[in-house]
């Protein structure tokens, strides 16, 4: 059991999407590898109580944890390098921390005093940061502060930050990220703007321990002597982060640049054995030096966010190193999709992946794309909605049932092939009301899936309110569509095929959550390996 666990606080200024995720991510993996236990927490200042009912324009990918917690999509990138799950524990709001708050106000805990935000706002925040910490699980608890500092919004979380840091002197640190910018009128690199960010930081009360700048260019010797000089820090705790190739390389150029060094010689962990790397570097050469290539389609309504299916895109990096290809995605906007573009845009295709999501628009593009992946016998994946929308595919073309729809979208269809399922008839709120998290799943034996998994039963995780109805379930088997999955305590269908298709799979469940580098999923493998062969071929 791990004793005195140490907290490491990862901060960000300048401006956003600096990448505080993946440097959290690389320097956990390279304590990780040096054989400490770690794991990382998101606190996003937003009031939202969750990510689960923001558009993905706004937020990105929602990734959903084994628990059922919809959390941020950083959550995704620490499990993918870390290779352990994640709960509801490792992502907080400012939402839930006042929800909290609020409710414990409302049950008299406070006994009458006025509620603020020193000290009862901020102590709900150190609970939080601290509950990890405390299960004795961990050596070290990387915290990623979401937003910049002197967001208003982030005041909370930084306060948090100082108190802590005396509370737990010794045991604590903060690193900052910031910018450093080429200027090319100037022809140089500017260090100005990190500064102002730590002297806003130093003004909230906190002074940084190291300094992670992000640039396009290296760092000369004298940059960071600057930057050490005015940020108050040593010279060899100024890391150089500069824009990598791919995310996976980050964590061997800050173990280059010695963060994880510098990060135990703050805590005085002068023993630690040599970050074991070998499987990683294996990956990564992978990715780099390809021997084959494939074209994926991805087909959803979201394709001008790529965050939208975060997971997605590297599942299919991981996939692609597993069967030593470079998969190149093409996102196509279903909306773009129709009878008459529909062989325009995916006749150059090794294989189609119908992506998951909500609502109407350019649902019957994916249906289209369906029934063009079906026809032409390409490798075709749906996720979800691409599940659903290949059900409703094959009820209108291969049973004739020509308004067979979802119910979410036509209510009034006489066919509900995919209906709510019964435990959401009565849902009002939308907030963390689907089926969410991990469940159970009985594999067909004999079937597509069957042979990709290798076990008569999994666990996936869902987001989903809508499902299978099995009231046809008889004449689509009959027809050629296999119900290869189910849930054995409520009879849901989780996976469908079509056996005589050179590969035709469908899931409920959202495998891109569970695909890691140590373990990329094998339904993703699989799935290239078939688009692979069809490329070969």
């Not at 440097?23 to 009031?47: E, F, W």
């Not at 524990?89 to 839930?96: H, L």
């Not at 022809?187 to 992000?214: C, F, N, W, Y």
């Not at 150029?253 to 010689?265: A, F, I, N, T, W």
């Amino acid at each position: 059991m791990a004793q005195n666990c140490k907290y490491i606080f990862v901060t960000g200024g300048v401006t956003s999407s600096l990448g505080k995720g993946i440097i959290s991510a690389s320097l956990a993996k390279l304590l990780q590898a040096r054989g400490y236990s770690v794991t990382i927490q998101k606190l996003d200042p937003y009031i939202n109580i969750d990510p689960g009912t923001l558009n993905p324009y706004e937020h990105g990918e929602c990734f959903v944890t084994d628990d059922g917690a919809e959390t941020d999509l950083d959550l995704g990138h620490y499990e993918r390098f870390l290779n352990v799950a994640t709960s509801q524990s490792n992502n907080v709001t400012t939402g839930r921390i006042y929800q909290r708050v609020i409710d414990r106000e409302r049950k008299g805990d406070y006994l009458g005093k006025t509620v603020q935000v020193i000290p009862h706002i901020t102590d709900e925040i150190k609970n939080s940061i601290t509950k990890l910490g405390n299960t004795n699980e961990f050596d070290f608890v990387i915290t990623e502060i979401g937003g910049t500092v002197g967001d208003i919004e982030s005041l909370p979380y930084v306060e948090a930050v100082r108190q802590l840091k005396l509370e737990k002197e010794g045991l604590s640190m903060v690193i900052h990220l910031t910018l450093i910018p080429y200027l090319e009128a100037a022809g140089e690199l500017k260090t100005k703007p990190t500064q102002h960010s730590v002297k806003m930081l130093q003004s909230l009360g906190v002074q940084p321990d190291v300094i992670v700048a992000r640039t396009s260019h290296e760092l000369s010797a004298d940059i960071k002597k600057k930057i050490a000089l005015f940020c108050n820090v040593s010279k060899n705790a100024v890391i150089q982060s500069i824009d990598a190739s791919t995310i996976y390389e980050v964590p061997l150029l800050m173990k280059e640049e010695s963060l994880d060094e510098v990060v135990l010689g703050k805590f005085s962990n002068k023993d630690a054995k040599e970050p074991e790397l070998d499987n990683w570097i294996k990956f990564l050469n992978k990715i780099k030096y390809p021997k084959s290539r494939v074209t994926v389609g991805l087909i959803g309504k979201y394709v001008e966010l790529k965050d939208s299916y975060k997971s997605i895109l590297e599942a299919f990096i991981h996939a692609g190193a597993q069967n030593e290809c470079k998969v190149k995605v093409e996102l196509i906007h279903s909306e773009n999709i129709s009878s008459y573009s529909v062989d325009e845009n995916l006749k150059h295709l090794d294989g189609i992946l119908v992506a998951p999501g909500f609502g109407e628009r350019g649902i019957e593009g994916k249906i289209q794309t369906v029934k063009y992946a079906r026809e032409n016998n390409i490798p075709f994946f749906g996720i979800c909605l691409g599940m659903q929308c290949a059900v409703i595919e094959f009820g209108r073309s291969v049973l004739g049932i020509s308004d067979a729809h979802t119910s979410e979208i036509d209510e009034k269809t006489e066919n509900a092939v995919i209906c709510l399922m019964d435990n959401q008839k009565k849902v009002t709120e939308k907030g963390g009301t689907m089926r969410l998290g991990a469940y159970t799943c009985k594999v067909k034996p004999d079937t597509i899936v069957s042979s990709v998994y290798g076990e008569p039963e999994i666990e996936e995780r869902h987001r989903h309110r809508y499902e299978f109805n099995n009231s046809y379930l008889e004449q689509y088997e009959k027809a050629g569509m296999v119900a290869s999955g189910i849930n054995p305590k409520t009879n849901l269908v989780e996976i469908i095929e079509i056996p005589e298709h050179p590969w035709f799979v469908g899931t409920q469940f959202h495998p891109e959550y569970k695909s890691t580098v140590d373990k990329p999923h094998p339904l993703f493998v699989n799935f290239i390996a078939a688009a692979l062969k069809r490329h070969n071929s």
